[in-house]
């Protein structure tokens, strides 16, 4: 699948994801794919500091509800579904 970017809201302090969307990939083993916890201020993203390149198996592995979704096309924007497993286009 490639790899993706998620914010530490998810690597390190084990928030589940709250949105993410694919956009064109950056390079090769890019899949296009951002992840969040939803919770992240604009200033906290703009800091390079607390995002980092994973495989995308690696954030499935720490919220498995983000794969029915990964197969969805490039301009998708998902956010989850408070209380649940799952995703709403947005």
């Known amino acids: 699948m490639g790899g993706c970017f998620a914010t530490d809201k998810?690597?390190?302090e084990g928030m589940n994801v709250g949105y993410m969307y694919i956009e064109q990939p950056?390079?090769?083993?890019?899949s296009g794919w951002r992840f969040f916890s939803g919770t992240e201020s604009q200033a906290?993203?703009?800091?390079?500091d607390n995002t980092s390149f994973f495989s995308v198996n690696t954030i499935a592995n720490y919220d498995p509800?983000?794969?029915?979704?990964l197969d969805n096309s490039i301009g998708s924007e998902l956010e989850r579904r408070?209380?649940?497993k799952e995703f709403k286009e947005i």
């Open 44 to 48: 906290y993203v703009d800091n390079p």
């Open 26 to 30: 950056d390079f090769d083993s890019d």
């Open 10 to 12: 998810i690597t390190v």
């Open 82 to 84: 408070e209380g649940t």
């Open 65 to 69: 509800a983000i794969i029915p979704y």
